[in-house]
């Protein structure tokens, strides 16, 4: 596509509930990033995934969080027994593999956790 | 790890001055340095970088940032502020000198530009 997309834009959920947030990053993008952004605060790494190789972890908070990539394109992070601490905006980027590419950002999921 | 200190959290700037928006970072290796801008209910979307080359970078929107390797510093200026480049700033790097690939971002700059 021309952009990254994230679906859904809003997400509220109860506590202790699952959630599954998709990122469709642009066609040929081989790396896929997801960062979390609280209210107030910067971005935190969450994981990233480049091409086939082993997604790098390191990022994810609890091992309530996990994500994966079907096909090298879509993206779908779950958040498992959700909690109030989770309520962030997530947002999705891509970039061709390269690092001296920048990101281009989706326009990211607002969860919120009642 | 490759870290990124935005010191200031809010510049406010009248309309037509110039702005500053500054941003150090630490890495291992080379840096690859990167600002992002976030307009309000907007993802975040690249201004500009450096990668090597001339240490004095333009990006869109007229903005341009300054690369020092001895200051460890990448601050993003303009010559002339207007009201609309109100927004949060975000300062990124990625270390050449480790095997990460990610960027890690600063804390993030709110400018506020006034009429």
């Known amino acids: 596509g021309a952009g990254v997309s994230q679906s859904p834009s809003n997400k509220v959920t109860e506590k202790g509930k699952d959630v599954e947030l998709r990122c469709d990053p642009i066609s040929g993008h081989t790396a896929l990033y997801w960062y979390r952004q609280s209210l107030g605060q910067g971005l935190e790494f969450l994981i990233y995934f480049q091409g086939n190789s082993a997604p790098d972890k390191s990022g994810l908070p609890s091992d309530r969080f996990s994500a994966e990539r079907t096909g090298g394109s879509v993206s779908t992070l779950t958040i498992q027994r959700t909690q109030q601490e989770d309520s962030a905006v997530y947002l999705c980027?891509?970039?061709?593999?390269?690092?001296?590419?920048?990101?281009?950002f989706g326009s990211g999921t607002r969860l919120t956790v009642v | 790890a490759q870290s990124v200190a935005q010191p200031e959290d809010q510049v406010n700037v009248a309309e037509g001055n110039p702005l500053t928006v500054k941003c150090t970072y630490s890495v291992s290796g080379n840096p690859y340095l990167f600002w992002y801008v976030q307009y309000p209910n907007r993802g975040l979307q690249f201004l500009l970088k450096y990668i090597t080359g001339d240490n004095l970078v333009k990006g869109s929107y007229g903005f341009e940032a300054e690369f020092n390797k001895s200051q460890t510093s990448f601050h993003l200026k303009k010559p002339s502020a207007l009201v609309s480049d109100s927004a949060l700033y975000f300062c990124a790097v990625r270390d050449t000198g480790t095997n990460n690939n990610d960027m890690r971002f600063g804390a993030g700059t709110r400018l506020t530009v006034k009429p």
């Open positions: 980027a891509s970039s061709l593999g390269n690092r001296a590419y920048g990101y281009t």
